[in-house]
C-alpha cells in the first residue's frame, strides 16, 4: 500500500509503522512473544533488519503495534456488522457466527494478544500498550451490549469493564479449548455468550 501524499513527515511515520505490522502479523502469530526477536522476524518475513528497527524499537515495539493495528481492523468488522443487525435473531445469529470464525480462523492473531498480555505482568515496557488495548476492547464489547439492549428494550445491569472482563474470560477459556483440539469449543462460547447476555441485559 502506498503512502497517502499531503501528509507530515510524522503522519508518514505512522503510517510506515502501520503497514509493516499488518504483514509482520501473520510471522509474529506463529513465533509468539517468547521465541522472536527483531532480526528473527527479518528473516521470516519481507523485510530487513534494519528496515524494521528504523520503525520500531524493539520487538516490543513492534508486537505492540501489531496487536493494535490487528484488533483495530478485526473490530471494524464486527461495529460494521452491528449496524446492519435490525432485530435480535439476526443480532443472535451475526455474533455468533462471527465468534466462531475468529475463534477458528484467527487463532494465532489472538494466541498473541494474550502472550502479549501475560507477559505484561513481567514487563513494564509493555504494561500501558496492553490497558490501551483492553480499553478498545472493553468499549466494543460495550457497544455490543448496548446494542443488544437497544433490540431488546432492556437497560445492561454491569459496567462496561465488568461487561469487558466476563467475556474476556469465556473468549480466553474458548480459545485455549479450540487449542486442545475441543470440538465443542466454539459452540460452548456461542452458549455462554448468549446466557451472558440475557442476564446483563434481563428482561423485565
Not at 121 to 149: C, H, K, P, S
Request: hydrophobic share 40%; charged share 30%; aromatic share 10%.
Amino acid at each position: 500500500m502506498p503512502l497517502r501524499s499531503g501528509t507530515s513527515r510524522e503522519e508518514r511515520f505512522e503510517e510506515r509503522r502501520t503497514q509493516l505490522a499488518q504483514a509482520a502479523l501473520a510471522t509474529l502469530s506463529e513465533l509468539g512473544f517468547a521465541r522472536t526477536s527483531l532480526r528473527e522476524i527479518a528473516q521470516h518475513s519481507d523485510f530487513t533488519h534494519g528496515v524494521l528497527h528504523y520503525y520500531f524499537t524493539d520487538k516490543v515495539d513492534l508486537i505492540s503495534e501489531c496487536v493494535r493495528v490487528y484488533h483495530q481492523l478485526v473490530l471494524a468488522r464486527f461495529d460494521e456488522g452491528l449496524e446492519t443487525y435490525q432485530d435480535l435473531d439476526t443480532m443472535v445469529a451475526g455474533v455468533a457466527e462471527t465468534l466462531q470464525r475468529t475463534i477458528t480462523e484467527e487463532t494465532a492473531q489472538h494466541r498473541l494478544w494474550y502472550d502479549l498480555r501475560s507477559h505484561s505482568m513481567f514487563n513494564e515496557e509493555i504494561r500501558e500498550d496492553v490497558r490501551e488495548i483492553e480499553r478498545t476492547l472493553e468499549g466494543f464489547a460495550w457497544r455490543v451490549v448496548l446494542r443488544y439492549a437497544e433490540l431488546t428494550g432492556t437497560e445492561p445491569v454491569l459496567d462496561s469493564l465488568s461487561n469487558y472482563r466476563m467475556f474476556d474470560g469465556i473468549f480466553y477459556a474458548a480459545l485455549l479449548d479450540h487449542m486442545a483440539g475441543d470440538p465443542e469449543a466454539t459452540d460452548r462460547l456461542v452458549t455462554q455468550a448468549g446466557w451472558l447476555m440475557d442476564r446483563i441485559c434481563p428482561q423485565r
